[in-house]
């Protein structure tokens, strides 16, 4: 795959009759070919975290802030000892929220109701095998819900490395047959693109159903299916030709 661009430049001095000089320039441009390919892999997830929620309602906004502050603390204070705050594991407010409610009267008005004051708490522990106490001791300590059960895996970069070097080294085989079957060699990169990406196993999502069924039914037996983290890496590389 080869170009080449010809100049051909004529410069003549004085009449026709005179000599003429020539200068030709040759540029050549490397041809490239185009790869893509995906490795994916399957791993074990190794950090698990939760959202629980406090609902307090009052007509007074002072009471359903100290009513739902007196919850939440004892909700919070109940599940430290279950984490290993010392080391990874947190437990914290990330969003708090007082609001008004109205309602409508007899005569089709809206007119104020109460207030409403919700604490949202996020957990997040390495030892997933606690999981199924943290949620049972949540519910026992007024949580009102307990929502977007998770599973990730925090330390993947190595086998991201390893997933991006086999696709690279798989590019590159591809990238070396093409080139053979237009009797051309590889001969450089011209340019690589890495994505990595993970998504959890559908088994999560169930779990998530049956940690609201049991928080419902008051269960204290919560099952857990962490499944796994599938991590995909997926890379694009240009390859120069000659």
Do not use: W
């Not at 000089?21 to 791993?43: C, F, L, N, P």
């Not at 929620?53 to 009052?58: E, G, R």
């Not at 590159?172 to 237009?182: F, G, Q, V």
């Not at 999560?204 to 995909?232: F, H």
Request: charged share 20%; with cysteine.
């Amino acid at each position: 795959m080869k170009k080449f661009l010809i100049i051909l430049c004529l410069v003549v001095f004085g009449t026709l009759n005179m000599p003429s000089y020539a200068m030709t320039i040759v540029h050549k441009d490397k041809g490239y070919i185009e790869v893509s390919t995906t490795e994916t892999r399957e791993v074990k997830p190794d950090t698990a975290s939760l959202v629980l929620s406090v609902l307090t309602t009052d007509t007074s906004p002072k009471c359903a802030v100290e009513n739902n502050n007196q919850i939440s603390t004892n909700l919070i204070n109940s599940l430290k000892p279950l984490l290993a705050l010392d080391k990874s594991d947190t437990i914290q407010t990330i969003n708090f929220e007082l609001r008004p409610n109205y309602k409508t009267d007899k005569d089709g008005q809206s007119v104020f109701d109460n207030y409403t004051v919700k604490n949202i708490i996020k957990v997040k522990t390495k030892n997933i095998e606690n999981l199924s106490s943290i949620i049972d001791t949540a519910v026992k300590n007024n949580a009102t819900n307990v929502d977007d059960v998770s599973f990730s895996c925090e330390d993947l970069e190595c086998c991201k490395t390893e997933l991006t070097q086999t696709a690279f080294i798989k590019l590159k085989c591809m990238a070396n047959e093409a080139a053979k079957s237009i009797n051309e060699e590889v001969c450089g990169v011209k340019s690589m693109k890495v994505n990595v990406y993970s998504q959890s196993s559908n088994g999560i999502n169930a779990y998530r159903s049956l940690a609201k069924c049991n928080m419902t039914t008051q269960s204290t037996s919560v099952p857990i299916e962490s499944g796994t983290v599938k991590i995909n890496v997926s890379v694009d590389a240009a390859f120069y030709v000659k």
